[in-house]
T-cell receptor
Framework: ETGVTQTPRHLVMGMTNKKSLKCEQH?????MYWYKQSAKKPLELMFV???????ENNSVPSRFSPECPNSSHLFLHLHTLQPEDSALYLC??????????????FGSGTRLTVV | AQSVTQLDSQVPVFEEAPVELRCNYS??????LFWYVQYPNQGLQLLLK??????LVESINGFEAEFNKSQTSFHLRKPSVHISDTAEYFC??????????????FGTGTKLQVIP
């Protein structure tokens, strides 16, 4: 257990479904991130939240909708996904977004399969 | 803009043999460098990091990496690998973006396959 918990670990959803991924950290970190990891592709940064405010959206399609109600929780709401959205979705946090020396703490990821 | 290049996508090596995983970076400013490891069906875990000081950094499980500023490299090495080292390894570089926030760029990863 790394301190960053992601649920569910596995999710299978149809293209017309609506589901949400949850990420929770109680490390006292102030920055949280969503990454997409697809087979044979580099890690893709999707969204960044610093002190609960979204500071980066890397041209992610609107069928992915993030939510950060507080510094400890991050959600990724999914609707009308496509099969190519199947991937491992990783959440990460870092202590202070203005500091370089801490690195990221990652969750174990949610393996998403869109059918 | 910063970037990270991991030249080898896969590295097979026999158990107890040495291994080097290569990482080169480019950045216009001073950076901090990291290696992360991802075991099957898990997230990434921080393995070691270079911030300043000694250019040779070590992890608790026998890996080490050396920062070489002139060659802009941060290669990861282990003198004798174990089966349990089979995983994917990601090099990363971190600096501050224009908004004052940490920005991390990851390499494409190198899969280390340890052969019994």
């Amino acid at each position: 257990e790394t301190g960053v918990t992601q649920t569910p670990r596995h999710l299978v959803m149809g293209m017309t479904n609506k589901k949400s991924l949850k990420c929770e950290q109680h490390l006292g970190h102030n920055a949280m991130y969503w990454y997409k990891q697809s087979a044979k592709k580099p890690l893709e940064l999707m969204f960044v939240y610093n002190f609960k405010e979204q500071t980066e959206n890397n041209s992610v399609p609107s069928r992915f909708s993030p939510e950060c109600p507080n510094s400890s929780h991050l959600f990724l709401h999914l609707h009308t996904l496509q099969p190519e959205d199947s991937a491992l979705y990783l959440c990460a946090s870092s202590q202070d977004p203005g500091q370089l020396n801490y690195g990221y703490t990652f969750g174990s990821g949610t393996r998403l399969t869109v059918v | 803009a910063q970037s990270v290049t991991q030249l080898d996508s896969q590295v097979p090596v026999f158990e107890e043999a040495p291994v080097e995983l290569r990482c080169n970076y480019s950045s216009s400013v001073s950076v901090y460098l990291f290696w992360y490891v991802q075991y099957p069906n898990q997230g990434l875990q921080l393995l070691l990091k270079y911030l300043s000081g000694s250019t040779l950094v070590e992890s608790i499980n026998g890996f080490e990496a050396e920062f070489n500023k002139s060659q802009t490299s941060f290669h990861l090495r282990k003198p004798s690998v174990h089966i349990s080292d089979t995983a994917e390894y990601f090099c990363a570089v971190s600096d501050i973006d224009s908004g004052g926030y940490q920005k991390v760029t990851f390499g494409t990863g190198t899969k280390l396959q340890v052969i019994p």
